[in-house]
């Protein structure tokens, strides 16, 4: 049993089939949010491992910096100020791809092999076959991927898979001090879960739990949150995240009729240009300029 | 990602288009599905040691290459080690983003200068620079030193060029960097230990004998109770912090006490806000509430602290003032402040603890006054949040409890810096928890070698191994050195240790002048230099604001943005005729001269010093050691070459030495004896290796040495390094620059390099690398056994007698033979034995500690004692106290930190670590942010008597106003990390605003606690 990303399981708008005859072990990275002292180094490792440098931005008030996800930014921290009942808490989440079972981007990639996932879990995304649509940034359930403004292609966390694949863990789970983040068999970090979170409910959190949404088949990043009742409260962290039913159409039963679609668009397209020539784009233009001013 | 709705249509219907297509069957031919390569397979792997804060966290560095002739290294990338036994793999953001501080667009690679009144850098040779800065530093030393002080004693001191050094090199340009400057009679140095823990050494050391943390990060993790107070471990020792969270994981409870709800609280069972600048009030009521409560772990209290002395009858408390104080010179005579003695020079005591002068009742009576309700009212602390820590703290007087404290720069940069500790000191006494696993007074150091760089006595008036530098008056000869260095044992049968300094300070000399260090000459003691007061940073920038300092050479170290008010830092620096400055990066110190707006308004041309630019190499550049908090000294290796032309910070300190000692052969000058005579034994002299350093560090015999119980054999043999400084002998047949590093390169070879993480027990790793003293783990550990040698507690037993001698998983911090019927105390640099609750005369502000408010209060009384607001022994220069504030025009306590995404202000030059926190910012509470109309994000300006700074406002819940003596106090938080060069956004010097004036006894500045004003800048 390994927990090395040998064989791939599914692949984008690919009809393949996985190879079934090895079985590596399911992976997974576990965090803490409960010892998480958002201190960035995740952010630092991930950036630093797979050469990713954001652009210096600005302080908008608050710890949260680069400010969202991007190409150039897999991994960010999610600081949020909670008082209830005179209790302050500073509840911090690293955010990033969640490598979800039945991940949405996958389903919703049209280019053959932009995205793979693999048997041990890892979710990842293959630039070179990238065409740039971005329907894996609204497949998301949980908003992660990003579109580069460079190269027009999607990025996201991709568990470290070239650090997985030779034995190694992802390098933000290598880094983190407090060990807020741990990586291993899923199986495994659910064991360490329970105990994480009978800890918590010793401290006097009543509604401590594991984050590992079933609406997504679960996920290979699981939070322990002090929370669980409550995961919005940890900067929108979705209650129940599901494949949106516009891709779970697009991708299912209306995919042949698509096919058919686009057949018979492209021989109407044909015509269309061989008898009335080309449409002209000045409408284009003048759409877009009055949703820049809403 | 921002698409309009027809842009949508449009991915929308090529995705759509290229699915289908491949859904018709045009497949690509292979849809590439591999993971990325492997980018390290057959990388250099080099083990290092991170040079940023003194957890001292293991590094993997990988460089292109094989190691082959024929490629040029460069280390490609960087990640923990996880053989270390503190980190264990881990880095935390400063850390994990080294890679962009080795390849930083801000490192130096030529030698520069900037001519007087130019504007820009001059690339020059080294040749040159180096020619022209022995000059400049021959001149102004023959003009300057004073060989003979008016009493016609040698004095060899020359005050008119400051030196700073560098506390994150290694101990070997440590140590070559004492070699010279005090060979050239500089008295004026200080690493940054001045600004950072000065006031830990003092009250440590005052309190147990030691001036350094007691126990060891991974110990941290034995505790029952993690207290964290007057620090921030979470952000400015983030991997460190493992440990604590790992007491946590095994049940321990975690309170955080701190002027703001910090990335610490953010884990803690509790968080308790407190008015910056009243932690002694605190304190004061947990020592109250421990005795009033009878939390006391009597057996200790009784067995290893000075309860039971008896306190001179002299001695007293009123108003305010202890006795002696005289208030003319602003200084307490201490005479009175010890024990009464017996006629044999033995302490008297009463063990039963009835005498109404013994300690433990005069510490009673002084802490009375510090009950719940002052301390609620003074530090605005809520009370359930106080009796909370009091009880967990005071659960850990059992035998089989244990608690810890984790502070820093929290308790020592104020004017009360050192006393801070020492309370906490007195609770951990009062506990039973000195010498236990788990337990101590964790002082987390801040460099990553400041606690080498204090070991190694760079600091004005100290030499290596903590020995004091002579003072002209006190110490005119060696043999007055020797007497009034050396104390007696105050009770019998106690080890004393310090009553071994001759053999320490001999073997010192020897190792400074060599040969020319004989019996005869004193062991050339006249060549040292004597000072006549303490030239601390503070004494020196004053000297200069008056223009009595000429030259100021830098290592390493970046004064313009550290030391406190920098408008005046940046007049002092424009009065200078030259400065040099070594180090890898670019600061703000060597551009203090040119023009940056707001940011640094003066005018170049008006500007005459000459400023020279060394490039020197970074951690991964060179071999050497440092020493991390808890002592450990580790070895690393060089990774790659350095950039350019930079060179090792020993080759530079080397060639300037030999190019000044050229001038003096060739031309003579004012007493050169000093500089022609040190020892400088270096196979290649313009480069003595980080090997040749480290084993004079350890030390080596100069003579075979009998043994004294057998003469037929010898205990070492001629030229042999020694095992330890038991060796050590004050005849000049040994030599050792660090008498408390001896041990660290013996016979057997390179003991800081050992790699062995074998946990000993108790997370000890006795295997690894070296740790000062006698590679103890734990210090005073002997207190950890009841009197009869036994563990207080069975689970935490690291060391016991066995009958015969001590042993068990740590180096036992006794004499090994000492049957616990020996009556032999186990804090064994102290004469007495005993931890003192009781100062004595050791610092100059009390035996006890006592409450005084901040220089700049915002109470403007001091509710304890009105008369007495401030210390009363604070040493402030007039030019200072006229730019101290008030509370009507600046209402707010300003206090500064750290950020855990930069280290001081290196980071701000590493790109990775400027992405993660890209711009400065203070942190203001809701109700003030309400009061001022300030909503967050906005651009605010904060200011003190002594300048503004601009920032973003952090508007936030986690800084609460606090209810103080009837009024409210508004906390501002000002982080601490920016400046011009830099590859973040530019900022202000944030140490533009706290006032230069500090710790009674180090003189740390007090940028803790100070009065500073807040507006919201419209229109930006």
Redesign the interface.
Known sequence: MTLQSLDIKQRSASPTTAPEARNPTEIAQLIDVSVCIGCKACQVACSEWNELRADVGTCVGVYDNPTDLSSQAWTVMRFAEVEENGKLEWLIRKDGCMHCTEPGCLKACPSPGAIVQFKNGIVDFHQENCIGCGYCVSGCPFNVPRLSPKDGKAYKCNMCSDRVAVGLEPACVKTCPTGAIQFGSKEDMKEVAAARVADLKSRGYRNAGLYDPPGVGGTHTMYVLHHADTPEQYSGLPADPAISTAVGLWKGPLKPLATVGLAAAGLFGFFHYTTVGPNRADGDTHETHEEDRS | ?Q??????MK??A???????????GF??AT???E?????L?HAKEIRNTCPYCSVGCGLLMYSLGDGAKNAKAEIV????D?DHPVSR?????K???L??FVHSPNRLKYPEVREAGSSQWKRISWHEAVARIARHVKDDRDANVVAKNDQGVTVNRWTSTAMLTASASSNETGILTQKFMRSLGIVGTDAQARVCHGPTVSALASTFGRGAMTNTWVDISNADFVLVMGGNP??AH??G??WA??A??R?ARLVVVDPR?N?????A?E?VPIRAGSDIVFLGGIINWLIANDRIQWEYVKAYTNASYLVDEGFGFEDGLFSGFDQGKGQYDRKTWNYQFDEAGNARTDPTLQHPRCVWNLMKAHYARYTPDVVTDLTGSPKDGFLTVCRYLGETSARDKVGTILYALGWTQHTVGAQNIRTMAMIQLLLGNIGMPGGGVNALRGHSNIQGLSDLGLLSTSLPGYLTLPNEKAHPTFAEYVAKTTPKAQQPGQLNFWGNTPKFFVSLLKWFWGDAATKANDWGYDWLPKWDKMYDVLQVMDLMHNGKVNGMIVQGFNPLTSFPDARKTVASFSKLKYMVVIDPIATETASFWRNHGEFNDVDPAAIKTEVFRLPSTCFAEEDGAIVNSARWLQWHYKGAQAPGEAKTDQEIIAELFLAIRDLYRKEGGKAPEPILNLSWPYRKPEEPTPEELAKELNGRALADIPDPKDPTKFLIRKGEQIPGFALLQDDGSTMSACWIFAGCWTQAGNQMARRDNTDAGLGNTPGWAWAWPANRRIIYNRASCDPAGKPWDPKRALIAWNGERWGGADVPDFKIDAAPSSGMNPFIMNPEGVGRLFATDKLVDGPFPEHYEPMESPLGTNPLHPKVVTSPAVRIFKADRERLGTRDQFPYVGTTYRL??HFQFWTKSV???????????VEIGEALAAEKGI????SVRVSSKRGFIKA???????VKALKVSGQTVHQVGIPLHWGWET???KGFLSNTLPPAVGDCNTQTPEYKAFLVNVEKIVGA
């Open positions: 990602m698409l309009s709705r027809r842009q949508f991915v929308g090529g995705g759509l288009a290229a699915s289908s297509v491949a859904a018709l497949l690509p849809a590439l599905a993971v990325r390569q492997f980018k397979a990338h960087i990640e923990g996880p793999g881990s880095l935390c953001p850390g994990a983003g890679l962009d979470a952000e983030p991997v912090f493992k969270v790992e946590k994981k049940g709800f990335r610490s609280a953010a884990v069972d968080y855990t995404e790109a990775l670590n400027a992405i993660a926190q890209p711009e400065q910012f909503r967050t994000g906005d973003k406002a952090v508007v936030t819940k986690r590859v973040a956004r």
